[in-house]
């Protein structure tokens, strides 16, 4: 009598501990729009998700920028990746003065990694850069949770001094 090979299924784990293409994250509704939210742990220092988009020269990015094209991410002294493809799941990671993540090349593509454990729920957010915040950001106003919080205690001050006079 021989015995049956039992075969057992076992998938492939990512190092947050999900099953192989179970994302970590989803798309959804965050204060300044779309934004990208934890849908389980992220350990610190783990990969998030890549930025996805064509190569281009930095002629054809500042004819894209010039155009509105706001998702160009510089990769080296010579490319860019147009993330505007609404495929490239990085791009709906939103800009933060405190981020919970950080961009990083790696082999000329560009990556979104954890700097400190991100929990469910939680909006993944990276610093874009004083370029991008100067030329984008600062016109309107950041919009991230502590510049809020700023503004909101600077905005309490003056009414609770007049409140007491």
């Known amino acids: 009598m021989g015995k049956e090979a ?3 299924s076992r998938k492939p784990r990512t190092p947050n501990g999900k099953p192989r293409g179970e994302k970590p994250y989803r798309v959804g509704r965050s204060h300044t729009g779309l934004g990208l939210f934890a849908t389980a742990p992220i350990a610190k220092a783990a ?3 890549a930025y996805r988009g064509r190569r281009v020269s930095h002629a054809q990015a500042e ?3 010039a155009r509105g094209n706001r998702y160009i ?3 080296n002294a010579r490319w860019s990746l147009d993330g505007s493809s609404r495929r490239n ?4 990671a939103n800009h ?4 919970n993540a950080e961009s990083d090349v790696v082999m000329g593509n560009m990556i979104l990694r954890a700097i400190k454990a991100i929990k469910p729920g ?7 850069g004083e370029e991008y915040v100067a030329l984008f950001i600062a016109p309107v106003g950041c919009k991230c949770v502590k510049c809020l919080e700023k503004r909101r205690k600077s905005r309490r001050a003056p009414r609770a001094v007049r409140a007491k006079g």
């Not at 933060?96 to 981020?99: E, M, N, V, Y």
């Not at 939680?122 to 874009?128: L, Q, R």
């Open 47 to 49: 990969f998030i998700v």
């Open 73 to 75: 991410f510089e990769i």
């Open 96 to 99: 933060s003065c405190r981020p």
């Open 89 to 92: 799941i990085a791009r709906y």
């Open 122 to 128: 939680d909006e993944i957010t990276y610093d874009y």
């Open 63 to 65: 004819r894209l920028e």
């Open 6 to 8: 039992r075969k057992v």
